[in-house]
């Protein structure tokens, strides 16, 4: 079974603070994503990286960055966390296939963080 | 503009009724299409997809789905429901040949099914 995991399920931060989102893979996946789950909005997606190192912006990058220095690892940055962050964050995986036809991603449980 | 559009915000049936949840898309060119399933408390989880062949898709826990090219639609559907069913379920679209693997979402439906 793929297993993703992400370091917290629970977060508590102060506006303007530096925050560290987590997550890790064991499936050797290359690509890798950060999404926020909002009521009535669905998932949006933040950052994503086909490779270590690389990174791509999703739909709504503003206030966040992403690292990737090892494959099964990805990590997601507030740089000065807002309440308007306050959300459901998501991570997940995927295989690289040139052919498209191995896209399924599989998520981990997801960071509920509250900015206060 | 790209777009995943999932025509009912939420949806309450009671046990036993069918179920169908809309779902279209607007890329061209050839797509691979999926559902994901939130059920509550739970990480998002594949319930079924389309990469090709048969248009008629079966998942898991008895849902079906059918892509209709003409009408750039993959409705989900599933005859009779339980109380067990009731989750948000998302449609998604991944574009064929994409190599970034990027996956585009609709904004969801909250099934909520009663006993």
């Known amino acids: 079974d793929v297993k993703v995991t992400q370091s917290s399920r629970y977060l508590v931060k102060r506006t303007g603070e530096k925050v560290f989102l987590e997550c890790v893979q064991d499936m050797d996946h290359e690509n890798m994503f950060w999404y926020r789950q909002d009521p009535g909005l669905g998932l949006r997606l933040i950052y994503f990286s086909y490779d270590v190192k690389m990174k791509e912006k999703g739909d709504i990058p503003e206030g966040y960055s992403v690292s990737r220095e090892k494959k099964e690892r990805f990590s997601l940055i507030l740089e000065s966390a807002s309440t308007n962050q306050t959300s459901m964050y998501l991570c997940?995986?995927?295989?690289?296939?040139?052919?498209?036809?191995?896209?399924?991603?599989?998520f981990g449980p997801g960071t509920r963080l509250t900015v206060l | 503009a790209q777009s995943v559009s999932q025509h009912n915000h939420h949806v309450i049936l009671s046990e036993a009724a069918s179920l169908e949840l809309g779902c279209n898309y607007s890329y061209g060119g050839t797509v691979n299409l999926f559902w994901y399933v939130q059920y509550p408390g739970q990480h998002l989880q594949l319930l079924l997809k389309y990469f090709s062949g048969d248009p008629l898709v079966k998942g898991i826990k008895g849902f079906e789905a059918e892509f209709i090219k003409s009408k750039f639609s993959f409705n989900l559907r599933k005859p009779s429901v339980q109380w067990s069913d009731t989750a948000e379920y998302f449609c998604?679209?991944?574009?064929?040949?994409?190599?970034?693997?990027?996956?585009?979402f609709g904004r969801g439906t909250q099934l909520t099914v009663w006993p």
């Open positions: 998604a679209v991944n574009k064929r040949g994409s190599t970034l693997g990027r996956l585009y």
């Open positions: 997940a995986s995927s295989p690289y296939s040139l052919a498209g036809a191995s896209d399924t991603q599989y």
